[in-house]
Protein backbone atom coordinates (compact mmCIF):
# COMPACT_ATOMS: atom_id res chain seq x y z
CA UNK A 1 0.00 0.00 0.00
CA UNK A 2 2.85 2.37 0.61
CA UNK A 3 3.58 2.75 -3.03
CA UNK A 4 0.03 3.01 -4.26
CA UNK A 5 -1.10 6.74 -5.33
CA UNK A 6 -4.15 8.01 -3.79
CA UNK A 7 -6.24 11.25 -4.92
CA UNK A 8 -5.08 12.16 -1.72
CA UNK A 9 -1.34 12.75 -3.20
CA UNK A 10 0.37 16.01 -4.19
CA UNK A 11 1.83 15.91 -7.41
CA UNK A 12 5.34 16.04 -5.84
CA UNK A 13 4.60 13.07 -4.19
CA UNK A 14 3.61 11.01 -7.00
CA UNK A 15 6.92 12.18 -9.11
CA UNK A 16 8.94 11.36 -6.18
CA UNK A 17 7.84 8.08 -5.97
CA UNK A 18 7.77 7.84 -9.65
CA UNK A 19 11.32 8.48 -9.71
CA UNK A 20 12.00 5.99 -6.59
CA UNK A 21 10.33 3.27 -8.71
CA UNK A 22 12.47 3.67 -11.93
CA UNK A 23 15.50 4.07 -9.82
CA UNK A 24 14.62 0.62 -8.49
CA UNK A 25 14.19 -0.79 -11.40
CA UNK A 26 17.23 0.70 -13.21
CA UNK A 27 19.88 -2.19 -12.21
CA UNK A 28 17.56 -4.97 -14.04
CA UNK A 29 17.24 -2.63 -17.51
CA UNK A 30 21.23 -2.10 -16.98
CA UNK A 31 21.49 -5.81 -16.53
CA UNK A 32 19.27 -6.66 -19.85
CA UNK A 33 21.33 -3.92 -21.56
CA UNK A 34 24.59 -5.16 -20.62
CA UNK A 35 23.91 -9.20 -21.50
CA UNK A 36 22.39 -7.96 -24.70
CA UNK A 37 25.54 -5.76 -25.17
CA UNK A 38 27.57 -8.86 -24.62
CA UNK A 39 25.52 -11.19 -26.61
CA UNK A 40 25.91 -8.97 -29.73
CA UNK A 41 29.75 -8.30 -29.05
CA UNK A 42 30.93 -11.86 -28.44
CA UNK A 43 28.47 -13.16 -31.56
CA UNK A 44 28.35 -10.67 -34.05
CA UNK A 45 31.40 -8.97 -35.62
CA UNK A 46 30.06 -5.79 -33.92
CA UNK A 47 33.18 -5.08 -32.77
CA UNK A 48 35.16 -5.29 -35.72
CA UNK A 49 33.04 -2.67 -37.15
CA UNK A 50 33.90 -0.42 -34.43
CA UNK A 51 37.80 -1.42 -34.51
CA UNK A 52 37.38 -0.63 -38.06
CA UNK A 53 35.74 2.41 -38.09
CA UNK A 54 38.29 4.00 -36.04
CA UNK A 55 41.32 2.13 -36.99
CA UNK A 56 44.28 4.43 -38.52
CA UNK A 57 44.90 3.09 -42.27
CA UNK A 58 48.89 1.39 -42.66
CA UNK A 59 51.20 3.42 -45.21
CA UNK A 60 54.09 1.92 -45.79
CA UNK A 61 56.18 4.14 -47.32
CA UNK A 62 60.13 5.10 -47.11
CA UNK A 63 60.84 7.58 -43.85
CA UNK A 64 63.23 9.30 -42.18
CA UNK A 65 63.09 6.95 -39.33
CA UNK A 66 61.26 4.03 -37.46
CA UNK A 67 59.54 4.69 -33.98
CA UNK A 68 58.70 1.64 -32.87
CA UNK A 69 56.60 2.76 -29.13
CA UNK A 70 56.90 0.83 -25.65
CA UNK A 71 54.56 -2.34 -25.14
CA UNK A 72 54.47 -3.31 -21.17
CA UNK A 73 58.50 -3.28 -20.52
CA UNK A 74 60.48 -6.37 -19.48
CA UNK A 75 60.37 -8.49 -16.67
CA UNK A 76 62.92 -8.32 -14.02
CA UNK A 77 64.76 -11.36 -15.80
CA UNK A 78 64.81 -9.09 -19.11
CA UNK A 79 62.24 -11.12 -21.06
CA UNK A 80 60.12 -8.81 -23.52
CA UNK A 81 56.23 -9.12 -23.10
CA UNK A 82 54.52 -10.45 -26.32
CA UNK A 83 53.79 -6.69 -27.79
CA UNK A 84 56.80 -5.40 -27.23
CA UNK A 85 58.53 -8.60 -28.73
CA UNK A 86 56.06 -8.02 -31.56
CA UNK A 87 56.64 -4.38 -32.23
CA UNK A 88 60.27 -4.70 -32.15
CA UNK A 89 60.65 -7.07 -34.74
CA UNK A 90 58.16 -5.19 -37.01
CA UNK A 91 60.13 -2.62 -36.64
CA UNK A 92 63.14 -4.72 -37.15
CA UNK A 93 61.41 -6.14 -40.10
CA UNK A 94 61.16 -2.44 -41.90
CA UNK A 95 64.79 -1.35 -40.99
CA UNK A 96 66.16 -4.37 -43.20
CA UNK A 97 63.66 -3.44 -45.62
CA UNK A 98 65.23 -0.12 -46.08
CA UNK A 99 62.61 1.65 -45.33
CA UNK A 100 64.64 4.51 -42.66
CA UNK A 101 67.92 4.42 -41.90
CA UNK A 102 67.08 4.82 -38.03
CA UNK A 103 65.21 2.75 -35.82
CA UNK A 104 64.14 4.22 -32.39
CA UNK A 105 62.77 1.59 -29.52
CA UNK A 106 61.01 4.06 -27.17
CA UNK A 107 60.81 2.38 -23.17
CA UNK A 108 60.08 3.17 -20.01
CA UNK A 109 63.02 1.39 -18.58
CA UNK A 110 63.15 1.89 -14.51
CA UNK A 111 65.95 0.03 -14.37
CA UNK A 112 69.27 -1.51 -16.52
CA UNK A 113 67.65 -5.23 -15.80
CA UNK A 114 64.23 -4.00 -17.21
CA UNK A 115 65.29 -1.34 -19.77
CA UNK A 116 63.13 -2.66 -22.66
CA UNK A 117 64.53 0.12 -25.25
CA UNK A 118 67.85 -0.99 -24.58
CA UNK A 119 66.72 -4.88 -24.88
CA UNK A 120 64.87 -4.36 -27.64
CA UNK A 121 68.41 -2.13 -29.49
CA UNK A 122 70.78 -5.02 -28.44
CA UNK A 123 67.85 -7.60 -30.00
CA UNK A 124 68.27 -5.76 -33.63
CA UNK A 125 71.66 -5.82 -33.51
CA UNK A 126 71.35 -9.38 -33.48
CA UNK A 127 69.27 -9.54 -36.25
CA UNK A 128 71.77 -7.24 -38.37
CA UNK A 129 70.67 -4.02 -37.62
CA UNK A 130 73.85 -1.45 -37.68
CA UNK A 131 74.62 -0.03 -33.92
CA UNK A 132 74.46 3.45 -35.57
CA UNK A 133 71.30 2.94 -36.85
CA UNK A 134 69.45 2.56 -33.38
CA UNK A 135 68.41 5.21 -30.60
CA UNK A 136 66.70 4.34 -28.13
CA UNK A 137 64.75 6.86 -26.11
CA UNK A 138 63.50 6.25 -22.63
CA UNK A 139 61.65 7.50 -19.52
CA UNK A 140 58.52 8.24 -20.71
CA UNK A 141 55.40 7.17 -18.87
CA UNK A 142 52.96 8.19 -21.33
CA UNK A 143 52.34 8.28 -25.12
CA UNK A 144 52.19 11.89 -25.28
CA UNK A 145 55.75 11.67 -23.42
CA UNK A 146 57.30 9.06 -26.16
CA UNK A 147 56.06 11.55 -28.41
CA UNK A 148 57.95 14.39 -26.58
CA UNK A 149 60.87 12.85 -26.15
CA UNK A 150 61.03 11.05 -29.46
CA UNK A 151 60.48 14.51 -30.95
CA UNK A 152 63.77 15.61 -28.84
CA UNK A 153 65.81 12.82 -29.78
CA UNK A 154 64.95 13.24 -33.97
CA UNK A 155 64.11 16.61 -34.49
CA UNK A 156 67.64 17.98 -34.12
CA UNK A 157 68.37 15.02 -36.41
CA UNK A 158 65.77 16.90 -39.36
CA UNK A 159 63.92 13.73 -38.96
CA UNK A 160 60.30 14.84 -39.34
CA UNK A 161 58.41 12.08 -41.82
CA UNK A 162 58.27 8.75 -39.32
CA UNK A 163 57.06 4.76 -39.89
CA UNK A 164 55.00 4.59 -36.64
CA UNK A 165 54.63 1.11 -35.26
CA UNK A 166 52.48 0.17 -32.54
CA UNK A 167 49.59 -2.16 -31.73
CA UNK A 168 46.38 -1.39 -34.24
CA UNK A 169 44.39 -0.49 -31.03
CA UNK A 170 47.00 1.98 -29.70
CA UNK A 171 47.81 3.62 -33.13
CA UNK A 172 44.25 4.89 -32.73
CA UNK A 173 45.82 7.56 -30.06
CA UNK A 174 49.44 7.08 -30.76
CA UNK A 175 49.56 8.78 -34.37
CA UNK A 176 47.55 11.62 -33.75
CA UNK A 177 49.54 12.48 -30.38
CA UNK A 178 52.80 11.88 -32.49
CA UNK A 179 51.11 14.15 -35.85
CA UNK A 180 50.28 16.42 -33.22
CA UNK A 181 54.02 16.79 -32.36
CA UNK A 182 54.96 18.03 -35.72
CA UNK A 183 55.99 14.40 -37.36
CA UNK A 184 54.47 13.44 -40.62
CA UNK A 185 53.31 9.84 -39.46
CA UNK A 186 53.31 6.53 -41.66
CA UNK A 187 51.55 4.35 -39.73
CA UNK A 188 52.47 0.73 -39.39
CA UNK A 189 49.80 -1.10 -36.87
CA UNK A 190 50.87 -4.30 -35.99
CA UNK A 191 48.32 -7.08 -34.57
CA UNK A 192 45.52 -5.71 -36.62
CA UNK A 193 42.25 -7.80 -36.16
CA UNK A 194 41.29 -10.62 -37.97
CA UNK A 195 37.78 -10.26 -38.96
CA UNK A 196 36.80 -14.25 -38.03
CA UNK A 197 37.60 -13.88 -34.19
CA UNK A 198 36.04 -16.33 -31.41
CA UNK A 199 33.84 -14.69 -29.07
CA UNK A 200 36.38 -14.28 -26.11
CA UNK A 201 38.66 -12.37 -28.98
CA UNK A 202 36.15 -10.89 -30.24
CA UNK A 203 35.34 -9.12 -26.74
CA UNK A 204 39.20 -8.84 -25.85
CA UNK A 205 39.30 -6.12 -29.55
CA UNK A 206 36.11 -4.34 -27.86
CA UNK A 207 37.51 -3.96 -24.57
CA UNK A 208 41.13 -2.32 -26.49
CA UNK A 209 38.86 -0.27 -28.83
CA UNK A 210 36.90 0.97 -26.21
CA UNK A 211 40.22 1.97 -23.95
CA UNK A 212 41.85 3.54 -26.86
CA UNK A 213 39.02 5.79 -27.69
CA UNK A 214 38.74 6.59 -24.40
CA UNK A 215 41.92 7.48 -23.83
CA UNK A 216 41.43 9.75 -27.10
CA UNK A 217 38.87 11.18 -25.71
CA UNK A 218 40.95 12.28 -22.55
CA UNK A 219 43.69 14.14 -24.97
CA UNK A 220 41.42 15.81 -26.38
CA UNK A 221 39.37 17.16 -23.00
CA UNK A 222 43.10 17.25 -21.50
CA UNK A 223 44.18 19.48 -24.67
CA UNK A 224 47.14 16.94 -25.53
CA UNK A 225 45.60 17.55 -29.03
CA UNK B 1 41.37 -27.14 -38.81
CA UNK B 2 39.80 -25.42 -35.92
CA UNK B 3 37.96 -22.27 -36.68
CA UNK B 4 36.43 -19.28 -34.98
CA UNK B 5 33.04 -20.21 -36.39
CA UNK B 6 33.06 -23.91 -34.93
CA UNK B 7 34.20 -22.55 -31.14
CA UNK B 8 31.30 -20.20 -31.67
CA UNK B 9 28.85 -23.64 -32.71
CA UNK B 10 30.67 -25.76 -29.94
CA UNK B 11 29.40 -22.66 -27.14
CA UNK B 12 26.42 -21.74 -28.10
CA UNK B 13 25.46 -25.32 -28.19
CA UNK B 14 27.07 -26.78 -25.18
CA UNK B 15 25.52 -23.89 -23.18
CA UNK B 16 22.08 -24.32 -25.28
CA UNK B 17 22.22 -28.08 -24.20
CA UNK B 18 22.98 -27.32 -20.25
CA UNK B 19 20.34 -24.67 -20.52
CA UNK B 20 17.52 -26.85 -21.55
CA UNK B 21 18.30 -29.85 -19.75
CA UNK B 22 17.97 -27.68 -16.37
CA UNK B 23 15.29 -26.28 -17.45
CA UNK B 24 13.43 -29.88 -18.03
CA UNK B 25 15.46 -31.52 -14.58
CA UNK B 26 13.95 -28.14 -13.04
CA UNK B 27 10.30 -28.14 -14.18
CA UNK B 28 9.87 -32.00 -14.42
CA UNK B 29 12.26 -33.63 -11.99
CA UNK B 30 12.43 -31.39 -9.03
CA UNK B 31 8.60 -29.70 -10.04
CA UNK B 32 9.78 -26.49 -9.65
CA UNK B 33 7.21 -23.53 -11.10
CA UNK B 34 7.85 -22.61 -14.37
CA UNK B 35 6.19 -18.33 -13.82
CA UNK B 36 9.13 -18.41 -10.96
CA UNK B 37 11.59 -18.79 -13.74
CA UNK B 38 11.16 -15.32 -15.14
CA UNK B 39 11.53 -13.98 -11.65
CA UNK B 40 14.31 -15.59 -11.44
CA UNK B 41 15.91 -14.20 -15.00
CA UNK B 42 14.45 -10.85 -13.75
CA UNK B 43 16.13 -11.33 -9.97
CA UNK B 44 19.39 -12.39 -12.51
CA UNK B 45 19.21 -8.99 -14.11
CA UNK B 46 19.43 -7.31 -11.10
CA UNK B 47 22.40 -8.42 -10.03
CA UNK B 48 23.97 -8.13 -13.74
CA UNK B 49 23.24 -4.33 -13.03
CA UNK B 50 24.16 -3.97 -9.72
CA UNK B 51 27.43 -5.75 -10.86
CA UNK B 52 27.90 -2.53 -13.57
CA UNK B 53 26.95 -0.01 -11.18
CA UNK B 54 29.91 -1.06 -8.90
CA UNK B 55 32.37 -1.58 -11.98
CA UNK B 56 31.28 2.05 -13.08
CA UNK B 57 32.06 3.22 -9.76
CA UNK B 58 35.16 1.82 -8.72
CA UNK B 59 36.84 2.78 -12.21
CA UNK B 60 35.63 6.03 -11.60
CA UNK B 61 36.77 6.50 -8.32
CA UNK B 62 39.91 4.53 -9.48
CA UNK B 63 40.33 7.26 -12.36
CA UNK B 64 39.71 10.11 -10.13
CA UNK B 65 42.29 8.73 -7.73
CA UNK B 66 45.09 8.09 -10.67
CA UNK B 67 44.65 11.74 -11.98
CA UNK B 68 44.80 13.31 -8.29
CA UNK B 69 47.82 11.54 -7.71
CA UNK B 70 48.91 12.56 -11.21
CA UNK B 71 48.03 16.66 -10.53
CA UNK B 72 48.31 17.21 -7.25
CA UNK B 73 50.67 15.27 -6.18
CA UNK B 74 53.00 15.35 -9.03
CA UNK B 75 53.67 11.39 -8.92
CA UNK B 76 53.23 9.65 -11.95
CA UNK B 77 50.31 6.33 -11.84
CA UNK B 78 49.63 4.98 -14.69
CA UNK B 79 45.81 4.70 -16.23
CA UNK B 80 46.57 1.34 -17.07
CA UNK B 81 46.20 -0.08 -13.66
CA UNK B 82 42.54 0.45 -14.39
CA UNK B 83 42.80 -2.26 -17.49
CA UNK B 84 43.05 -5.00 -14.66
CA UNK B 85 40.48 -7.94 -14.93
CA UNK B 86 40.59 -8.13 -10.48
CA UNK B 87 38.12 -4.66 -10.92
CA UNK B 88 35.62 -6.36 -12.35
CA UNK B 89 35.88 -9.50 -10.18
CA UNK B 90 35.52 -8.16 -6.94
CA UNK B 91 32.73 -5.49 -8.80
CA UNK B 92 31.00 -8.55 -8.92
CA UNK B 93 31.63 -9.55 -5.70
CA UNK B 94 29.86 -6.33 -4.25
CA UNK B 95 27.54 -5.60 -6.56
CA UNK B 96 26.38 -9.18 -5.91
CA UNK B 97 26.33 -8.85 -2.43
CA UNK B 98 24.56 -5.76 -1.95
CA UNK B 99 21.70 -6.93 -4.69
CA UNK B 100 21.24 -10.06 -2.68
CA UNK B 101 21.35 -8.53 0.14
CA UNK B 102 18.52 -5.69 -1.09
CA UNK B 103 16.36 -8.56 -2.98
CA UNK B 104 16.38 -10.55 0.96
CA UNK B 105 15.46 -7.62 2.16
CA UNK B 106 12.49 -7.11 -0.33
CA UNK B 107 11.21 -10.80 -0.12
CA UNK B 108 10.96 -10.00 4.02
CA UNK B 109 6.89 -9.74 4.92
CA UNK B 110 7.43 -6.08 5.41
CA UNK B 111 5.96 -4.21 8.51
CA UNK B 112 4.13 -1.13 7.76
CA UNK B 113 5.61 1.59 9.49
CA UNK B 114 1.96 3.26 9.44
CA UNK B 115 -0.14 2.63 12.23
Not at chain 1, 39 to 48: I, K, R
Not at chain 1, 181 to 203: I, S, Y
Not at chain 2, 52 to 67: E, M, R
Request: charged letters at 15%.
Amino acid sequence: MRNSVTPMDSPLVCSLRTARRTLARMPTLLGLGIIVLFVVSAFTPMANVLAESVAVRPEVAPADAIVVLAAGGASSSGALSDNSLRRAISGIDLYLKGLAPLLVFSGNDPDASRAESRIRAHMAQEFGVSPQGVLTSSGANTTREEATRVKGLLWPRGVRNILLVTDADHMIRAAPVFTHAGFRVFAVPVNEPEWDLGPGDRLDLLRGTLREIVALLYYRIAGYL
Amino acid sequence: MNTPTEMTLLIVGVVGATSLTSYVVGSRSLGLSTTDLSAAVKKMLDCIGTILIFTVLNLAIGAASILSARFLMGRFVSLYFLNDETWVVLSALQGLTWALWRQAGRSRPSISRRT
